[in-house]
């Protein structure tokens, strides 16, 4: 939670400083973002590296062979990573296309220094033939390619490729929308500002979850799922599978809450609260995972702001928040319409309980888990408000 702090603390004081310097009108909306971004992550970066460093000293002397060869594995991906990225632009699939332009300017500067940067992390590693060397042997045809070895690196790469330009190019966006917004008093207003100003920072500890991951920082992939299940119910939460998900979820009408009930009706700010309150937890939930964020990942154990009160706050918190928005109940004219938006939500619902039990079924093959989920199954949230309605039960079991 403290590199979370840091970057939070971080990205108040710009938002801050810019709103204070009127930065939005000198130089515009687009660089005024981009300026966020970077002095958000670049500071907590600068100090993560240093901290690394002091343990992890120069070890070994890689030869020039393995060199080459994770220069050649890191750039293909960088390269695919491009060409995917520009495939799913060109169909129009949002945000892929605020992504793609700058990645393009930088890919140069990147692939240049590409070697400098494998060097400087090789010379502190016990054993500088890692998995990327030897797939870029593969790739040199100095060695022969067998799917098994390479399974692992080549699939912690796919969630790479796959996730990268849907959260940095929603960061993209949703920090443009948050620079130019403008803040009042009015609650609704409020409320929209806090959503920008949440979802930007969820982003931005996303970004940094699939952007960073190294051996350098101490936070890179130990093991990533390989089911088809796993796989299916995550990815069609994200683009390009996210039009599936949408299509089922889709509701019979655009009514939402604040179409229900009014500022005047006593239900609406206890209404509000909930919602502001689930958000914030999810958030919340998303910053717990500092520099260690990623999707079908094991990285290390999270135990830290909501989880340690239960196994999934950010899947429970974004139910809850979109069963309250939508009030799937209000805006219909027959049951038809009732029961169709009441199995879109159930859907949404559905495929985020799966989620929580395909990442379980990962996640319990490490012992930290497993102990985590006997802490959370006894000493959690639920367990203790069982504890509580149904004291008697709870001691006799």
């Given at each position: ?219 890179d992939v130990k093991s990533t799922d390989a089911t088809l299940?796993?796989?299916?119910v995550c990815m069609i939460c994200y683009p390009p599978l ?156």
């Amino acid at each position: 939670m403290k590199a979370a702090a840091a970057l939070l603390a971080n990205f108040c004081l710009l938002l801050l400083l810019m709103s204070w310097c009127n930065l939005v009108d000198t130089i515009g909306h687009l660089l005024s973002s981009r300026l966020l971004i970077l002095g958000t992550i670049l500071p907590s970066l600068l100090v993560m590296v240093r901290k690394q460093l002091t343990v992890k000293p120069v070890i070994s002397t890689p030869s020039q062979q393995i060199i080459k060869a994770k220069t050649v594995c890191v750039g293909c991906f960088l390269i695919l990573l491009l060409l995917y990225s520009h495939l799913m632009a060109q169909l129009g699939i949002a945000p892929f296309s605020s992504f793609v332009f700058e990645y393009l300017l930088l890919l140069p500067l990147l692939l240049l220094l590409l070697p400098k940067y494998l060097l400087f992390v090789s010379k502190r590693q016990a054993e500088p033939e890692d998995e990327y060397a030897r797939l870029g042997l593969c790739l040199l045809r100095l060695k022969h390619f067998f799917l098994a070895e390479h399974k692992a690196l080549l699939l912690k790469s796919l969630v790479k490729l796959l996730f990268i330009p849907i959260m940095v190019g929603g960061l993209f966006d949703i920090a443009e929308h948050l620079v130019l917004f403008n803040w009042s008093l009015h609650p609704m207003a409020l409320v929209k500002g806090l959503f920008f100003f949440g979802l930007a920072f969820d982003l931005i500890i996303a970004s940094i979850g699939y952007v960073f991951a190294s051996k350098l920082l101490d936070n890179d992939v130990k093991s990533t799922d390989a089911t088809l299940s796993g796989w299916l119910v995550c990815m069609i939460c994200y683009p390009p599978l996210l039009i599936v998900y949408q299509w089922f979820a889709k509701q019979t009408d655009d009514f939402l809450w604040h179409d229900w009930l009014h500022m005047d009706h006593p239900l609406y700010w206890f209404w509000a609260f909930i919602i502001t309150l689930s958000w914030l937890t999810y958030w919340l939930s998303t910053a717990s995972f500092g520099w260690y964020f990623s999707n079908l990942t094991w990285r290390k154990l999270i135990d830290l702001g909501p989880y340690k009160y239960t196994k999934h706050p950010a899947y429970v918190a974004k139910n809850i928040y979109w069963w309250l928005h939508t009030v799937p109940f209000y805006g219909v004219n027959n049951h038809y319409e009732l029961l169709r938006n009441l199995a879109g939500l159930t859907f949404v619902s559905s495929i985020y309980y799966l989620r929580a039990k395909t990442e379980e079924r990962h996640l319990m093959q490490f012992p930290e888990y497993q102990a985590y989920a006997k802490h959370i199954a006894t000493q959690g949230l639920l367990a203790r408000i069982r504890k509580l309605l149904l004291p008697h039960k709870v001691s006799q079991s």
